[in-house]
């Protein structure tokens, strides 16, 4: 009656195993292979699509991409700055901003920008300007929160070794801190590049014409003419390829980031014993 | 140009009296007056918490005093209008946890604020970071990262990036008491060399050899007063206050040695 501890534990791993492989059974029982076949790997299809999968739609996704990450990653400086400023009301603005922006769906934010701006402001931005507008307001607000974990992450005596050298306060930021807060979050921020990339999938609702398409918007349009949801596969396959290097690089990042830390006192102490 | 002209007529560097500062309800300095000549060193010592490296702080006013006045290189530093910036550029500091620019290798560390601050060109602040690298012994560290230099390099470095500047004096708060007991001499012979060159030097320090050795002047404080000073044989081998005594017996009897 009584089972060993060892025993016990073998006994719950078979049975994981067991219901990993039922499931499989049934999948392959019920799942309809020939109709996921011709639905999801239409060869022709496929070769349709290239080589305008590639030098329009995926170029698009990672030109729009950058477009938004570098206004994005200003505009979070910025913000992250004035939610450290002295001055009360920069920072109730940028925590209004940053706690608008990350609570509300970015699709809204993009019809919004996309179609009230150009009706409040009587201005019309050309494509570019507007997807690098539109999606960096919504990484902004991100990556605002971001940067400023990683300037508080700065030990303060930089800032008192910049200020004792003469530095003002604006220099000290400039020349000392900031470039190593942004080492610290070098990884949340590859993150964060990837989580826009794919937030550009939504800026289909801007109307974009076809050599302006993204990837997501090239495969709704190839879907609608094709008999098949390979459009779909392919086109997500694209996104790994952009998505699964940076995750990499990110990962890459943290554990070449995470040995070597600004020194400090005990940190080193220990080294050199060693 | 015009405030260095007012230092050469002084003999006093730094000129503090009246010095009160408290955190909250806590005070920490009670009223302190110093002086320190040109070419002195002063060492200040005392029990932890007795203000001392507040006291050092206020004097570049990296900590802001509530009352009193302190006057560096005939700068009034307390004065509202005075330009704390400049008068920093002139003071050379030392942490005891150095404080290297972690993102800059060694004699971008040393250049850095002769550029910015200074506005010296790339080839004099290399040589004059270069000279100094030398002076601490460093010379084959140049283009090393701090996080690649052992406690006692990263701290004659520090002392080298100060000394980069010009100081007209230097502040040095607790230099050695972060490193390993083995490093501690090495940091100690670049501050006596330093001494013996002529430079102003306050120094807040627990090692109380060094004090006796190299100080012109001790100053004993202890609960946010100067209990006692005079000169370092005096206040260290015979002191006459109680506390100073009490405290002297506790860092010098438990088989305190010093590398």
């Keep these: 009656m009584a089972m060993s501890k060892r025993r016990r534990a073998q006994m719950f791993r078979y049975l994981q195993y067991g219901i990993l492989l039922l499931a499989l059974v049934l999948l392959i029982v019920f799942a309809n292979w020939g109709q996921i076949k011709r639905s999801f790997f239409n060869l022709d299809t496929a070769a349709a ?30 913000l992250a700055l004035m939610k450290l400023s002295s001055v009360g009301p920069y920072r109730w603005l940028a925590t209004i901003y940053i706690e608008f922006f990350r609570g509300v769906p970015a699709l809204l934010v993009f019809i919004a920008f996309g179609f009230g701006v150009p009706l409040a402001f009587q201005v019309r931005f050309d494509i570019y300007s507007t997807v690098m507008l539109a999606l960096g307001l919504v990484g902004a607000a991100y990556m605002a929160e971001t940067i400023r974990a990683g300037i508080q992450a700065v030990p303060k005596g930089q800032v008192e070794a910049a200020r004792s050298l003469g530095m003002s306060q604006g220099r000290a930021m400039i020349t000392i801190v900031i470039p190593q807060a942004f080492r610290i ?35 709704r349009e190839t879907l609608s003419r094709s008999p098949s949801l390979t459009p779909i596969l392919i086109v997500g396959l694209c996104y790994l390829i952009i998505t699964l290097p940076l995750g990499y690089l990110s990962r890459y990042l943290e554990r070449r980031t995470g040995g070597r830390k600004v020194p400090s006192p005990e940190a080193s102490g220990l080294e050199v014993s060693a | 140009m015009s405030e260095t002209e007012t230092e050469t007529d002084s003999d006093v560097v730094v000129d503090i009296s009246g010095l009160t500062k408290s955190f909250g309800s806590l005070n920490v300095l009670l009223g302190i007056d110093m002086l320190v000549n040109r070419g002195e060193v002063v060492c200040i010592i005392g029990p932890s918490g007795s203000g001392k490296s507040t006291l050092l702080r206020c004097v570049n006013l990296l900590e802001t005093p509530n009352a009193g006045s302190v006057i560096v290189n005939g700068v009034e530093l307390t004065h509202p209008d005075a330009d704390i910036d400049a008068a920093r550029r002139r003071i050379g ?20 604020a002769q550029r910015k601050v200074l ?49 007209e004096v230097m502040l040095f708060d607790e230099p050695t008491s972060a490193l390993d007991p083995e490093l501690v001499g090495d940091v100690l012979g670049v501050m006596r060399q330093l001494a013996d060159e002529g430079m102003t030097m306050l120094v807040v320090t627990h090692e109380m050899q060094f004090a006796r050795e190299v100080a012109d002047k001790v100053l004993f404080m202890d609960g946010g007063y100067v209990v006692e000073e005079g000169p ?7 002191p006459q206050h109680e506390r100073t005594k009490t405290f002297l017996s506790r860092v010098l009897n438990p088989a305190h040695q010093e590398g």
């Design chain 1, 49 to 78: 699509m290239f080589p305008d999968v590639i030098v329009v739609a995926l170029l698009n996704t990672v030109i729009y991409t950058v477009l938004g990450f570098a206004f994005g990653l200003v505009l979070g400086l910025i």
């Design chain 1, 185 to 219: 979050i070098l990884p949340p921020l590859t993150n964060e590049l990837i989580l826009l990339t794919k937030d550009s999938s939504l800026i289909y609702i801007l109307g974009l014409i076809g050599t302006e398409y993204e990837l997501t918007k090239y495969g």
């Design chain 2, 93 to 112: 500091m030392v942490f005891q946890s150095f404080n290297l620019f972690g993102h800059l290798r060694v004699l971008e560390n040393l250049t850095v």
């Design chain 2, 119 to 167: 506005k010296r060109g790339r080839q004099e602040a290399t040589e004059i970071a270069l000279a100094n690298l030398e002076r601490v012994g460093l010379s084959d560290k140049a283009h090393a990262l701090p996080s690649e230099l052992s406690g006692g390099q990263q701290q004659r470095c520090a002392i080298a990036r100060a000394l980069s500047m010009d100081p």
């Design chain 2, 232 to 238: 370092a044989e005096q206040v260290i081998a015979d």
